[in-house]
């Protein structure tokens, strides 16, 4: 990173974005945000607030240029619902010696004191987190800045099974060989076998084929697949995802296919021979599967970031806790990219308070993840891991991965009680986020009094915690 620069380091979550900011110069103070990871920043309204003026003690001290711009909306707390459109107003002004925001036009009528606002720009989380600590406004270039971004954006997406929709492109004959896999049995002797969730939706198979060597025994037929991908594209196909026989020794066959894809429209294309050229059949297809699920949702989130701030060097963390320059960074490599980062950090505090090993825990809105430290503080890598019952061959910390967060959604199956794996994410968010959220685990913390609300960066809602609590 330049010391000239102001640098970023940046965690991503489901519900939480951290930022941990570095002004230039080695005497600089280090500076920390923590907001919504939709980019919203809440607050509490104050008295002597008006119908043209909200008053936030809160917010003396933010910059003035900050806020202007930005969309103000009340929030019924009480009820826990978000009120109507009536009373999201824009902010023309803001005095940040006395925290209050002039809005234009005035709200219908007066709030009342204690109520949730919540300020949104459109932008995401760590644009919104960058220009506030640099005290820019929305018409402000944000400039040269060295960013280093953790996301678990990829990881949420797999557990929660929410990436793009892929077509499976295969040699003909093995339409079916992700799902057997390698014949490995995890609950041998359970009576009620669960089948993973596929992640493809659809699967093609094309004639062509090549020996173990890579010679071409038959060519693939270019008018055929191009027919085939026309109706994948047809059917809503987002992503494509090809794995050849034996296209390790000879990635020919592969390479035309994307040729024909790219033509066709198809922006994200995930080749086995490119992304694990190994022999490994089952692994190269599972990995090349997860790469075009992902890419997509990893792809759009970096190009949003470039966008708005063209001119910042933004790295991404991968799973295998290196650093990857975010125009060239794979799906499959983000899989534990926010999760990688919490185990680096428990190597680093467990060295720095003597201990050689240590047990890491990481509990998240939507995940918690696991790791060991082991003897001497070296970290476990792994290159072939299993997440949520799809296999991946990259280099990636050992970390183990499940659906549960503070924001688990809490519910009844029509049987028992259950948590997760879905999560409320930082939109709407936990129901005590006074958003019109569903129930969740950090509800039920919140009303076993186990959550100091002093401690959160806006009031909490236990009213609507307990209203539905109840209601369930």
């Known amino acids: 990173m330049s010391a000239k620069a102001w640098q970023f380091a940046i965690d991503v979550g489901g519900t939480f974005t951290d930022v941990v900011a570095h002004p230039p110069g080695q005497d600089s103070r280090m500076q920390t945000l923590k907001l919504l990871s939709t980019g919203a920043v809440c607050g509490e309204i104050g008295s002597g607030s008006t119908a043209a003026t909200i008053i936030d003690p809160a917010r003396i001290g933010d910059p003035d240029r900050v806020w202007r711009g930005h969309d103000l909306r009340i929030i019924a707390g009480d009820s826990g619902t ?30 009342q004191p204690g109520s949730v606002y919540e300020l949104r720009s459109g932008e995401d989380a760590p644009i919104m987190a960058i220009r506030y600590l640099l005290g820019l406004g929305l018409a402000d270039a944000i400039g040269p800045v ?3 971004l953790g996301t678990t954006r990829g990881t949420n997406a797999l557990l929660e099974r929410k ?4 077509a499976f492109l295969t040699t003909k004959g093995f339409a079916d060989i992700l799902k057997i896999g390698n014949q490995d049995r995890p609950a041998l002797f359970d009576l009620n076998i669960q089948k993973r969730d ?9 004639d062509e084929r090549l020996a173990a ?9 270019a008018n055929d697949t191009q027919d085939r991908l026309i109706e994948m594209k047809n059917a809503g196909a987002e992503a494509l995802a090809i794995c050849f026989l034996h296209a390790h020794t000879n990635p020919n066959h592969e390479l035309a296919a994307e040729r024909i894809a790219r033509t066709l429209g198809f922006d994200q294309v995930s080749l086995s021979s490119r992304l694990s050229r190994i022999e490994g059949f089952v692994p190269r297809g599972d990995t090349t599967v997860v790469d075009a699920y992902l890419a997509p949702v990893i792809a759009g989130y970096v190009a949003s970031l470039r966008e708005a701030m063209p001119d910042a ?7 295998s806790g290196g650093l990857i320059d975010a125009a060239s960074v794979c799906g499959k490599d983000t899989v534990l990219s926010g999760p990688a980062g919490g185990v680096l950090g428990c190597q680093q505090v467990s060295r720095s308070a003597g201990f050689d090993r240590a047990i890491g825990f990481d509990m998240g809105g939507t995940s918690t993840d696991v790791c060991r430290i082991d003897k001497d503080g070296d970290l476990d890598y792994q290159h072939e891991t299993v997440k949520t019952g799809v296999r991946i061959m990259t280099p990636m910390l ?19 009680l259950v948590v997760g794996p879905h999560s409320a994410g930082s939109d709407p968010c936990p129901a005590c986020y006074g958003r019109g959220g569903p129930l969740t685990v950090t509800d039920m913390n919140v009303h076993l009094g186990r959550v100091v609300s002093a401690f959160f960066p806006f009031p909490l809602d236990r009213k609507a915690t307990d209203t539905k609590l109840r209601s369930l």
């Open 198 to 206: 596929e992640l493809t939706e659809w699967t093609v198979e094309l």
């Open 82 to 111: 978000v009120t109507s459109a009536s009373t999201t107003r824009r902010v023309a002004a803001f005095d940040g010696s006395t925290g209050t925001f002039t809005l234009s036009p005035p709200l219908p009528c007066v709030p």
């Open 313 to 319: 060097n933004i790295k991404l963390m991968a799973s």
């Open 146 to 148: 060295d960013v280093r």
């Open 213 to 221: 060597d890579g010679t071409p025994l038959r060519p693939l037929d």
């Open 163 to 166: 990436g793009a929709r892929v």
């Open 398 to 416: 050992a970390i183990e991965t499940v659906a549960a967060g503070g924001g688990s959604v809490c519910g009844f199956d029509g049987q028992k």
